[in-house]
Structures are given as structure tokens and as C-alpha cells.
């Protein structure tokens, strides 16, 4: 994978991969709800919203132009399918923010209810 912006090649770091040359994050889809979970102690709910950013960055892993958006107060490069590209210090801001995405009490209630019908057999 390239870094979108600098297109040097992305180095895996922890969960994520990095841009040694911009300080860029790929963040896999899959992966950015747990990390901001671990963050908050709780389960979390994103919702994303439109972003105002006007450039066009490619997917590092499908080259489908991302489109902008906003989780919180951060403006991100998001592609629905694979993950979400942080500009250097996003990621970080992002997850300063984490507990404001906990998910409503009644949706742990529904999880727990679930998970203890399951386990009860």
C-alpha cells in the first residue's frame, strides 16, 4: 500500500499502517472501532458525517477516491469499504475524543441481553 498524499510505501505499525515521510495513518475499517473501544472502556458508536475538504485522495488499498468526512471535530479521508486515512496528529486528536462516541446505555443493555441468551444454553 502507498501513502495517499506522498504515494512512498505504508509501514506497518501496531494495528496501523504509517507514512514515515508525511506521518500519515491508514487505519483498516475493522480495526478503528476496537481501537477507539480500548480508548473509551466502553462500546462506541461512530457517526460519521459529510466533510468539507474539497481534495480527492485514493484508497491505499483499492485506489477508489476516498470521500471527506467527519467523525467529531476531525475531518478525515474515508473509504467506506477498507478504512480511513489520518493526516499527521488526526489520529491522535481523534483519540482524545474517543469517550464522546460511547454508544447509548440501552444499546449495551440490547448487547448484554443478546449475549446472555446465547451463553445460557
Known sequence: MQCPICKTPLELAGRTYKCERCDGAWVRSDVLVPVLEERASALVELDWQPGTEEHVRACPECSTPMRS???GSVLLDRCDQHGVWFDAKELAELLKEAKQF???PAKHQS?????RKLFER
Open 102 to 104: 460511547r454508544a447509548e
Open 111 to 115: 448487547l448484554l441481553h443478546t449475549l
Open 69 to 71: 468526512v467527519k467523525l
